[in-house]
């Protein structure tokens, strides 16, 4: 009598989780986080445009590398639209969470979340992995081997051209921060005076 208690509750919470997405790399995030990059990259741009002065003094008087730098925000900028509007015209798999979580790729980052329709969020999976790989995997199945084939294309593409573009945004970002160091250091030493 447990058994079937205990199936039927299992059954009941994969209803409940019927999209399941691997929490650090699903679809909404890469939309998120791309959204950020591009925001933070049109800042930047947009301040040091109308205070070039002050991107070269940054930059000690450096002015091809102030010009660098500016182009750099802007191609990462340009990149994050481009992928943004990719996304939205290529033909995007439904199946891009589901494929993840096939794979067992929610092992390396940071598990498996489902939505839960109640709560209206995306909360943390209650059981086990192997059941949401093997209802992931039954789901993908159902696609013809070169739908299959395709949406897996698409995942890859997604996922590298994500991952490049965020590594990218990275760098930036420290190089922003050395400089930000030395404005700040600057501030200090004429404060001093």
Same mark, same amino acid.
């Given at each position: ?57 940054? !930059? ?6 102030? /010009?660098?730098?500016?182009?750099? &925000?802007?191609? #990462?900028?340009?990149?994050? %639209? ?65 739908? !299959? ?6 995942? /890859?593409?997604?996922?590298?051209? &994500?991952?490049? #573009?965020?590594?990218?945004? %990275? ?23």
């Amino acid at each position: 009598m447990i058994d079937t208690m205990e199936t039927k509750q299992q059954k009941a919470m994969q209803l409940k989780y019927k999209d399941m997405a691997v929490k650090d790399l699903n679809i909404r995030r890469i939309y998120e986080e791309l959204k950020e990059i591009q925001k933070v990259c049109r800042d930047v741009r947009r301040y040091y445009e109308t205070n070039d002065s002050t991107l070269i003094n940054d !930059l000690d008087g450096d002015e091809k590398e102030a /010009f660098k730098f500016k182009m750099i &925000f802007g191609d #990462l900028c340009t990149e994050c %639209d481009k992928m943004l509007d990719d996304l939205n015209k290529a033909w995007i798999p439904e199946c891009f969470d589901l494929f993840f979580v096939a794979v067992g790729a929610g092992k390396y980052f940071r598990g498996l979340h489902g939505y839960d329709t109640y709560q209206r969020a995306w909360v943390p999976l209650g059981y086990s992995d192997d059941s949401a790989e093997d209802e992931s995997k039954e789901a993908l199945k159902r696609l013809t081997k070169d739908n !299959l084939i395709d949406a897996a294309r698409q995942c /890859f593409w997604i996922y590298q051209s &994500f991952i490049a #573009l965020h590594q990218r945004y %990275d760098c930036l970002k420290e190089t922003l921060y050395v400089i930000l160091a030395k404005i700040s250091a600057k501030s200090r030493i004429y404060s001093n005076f």
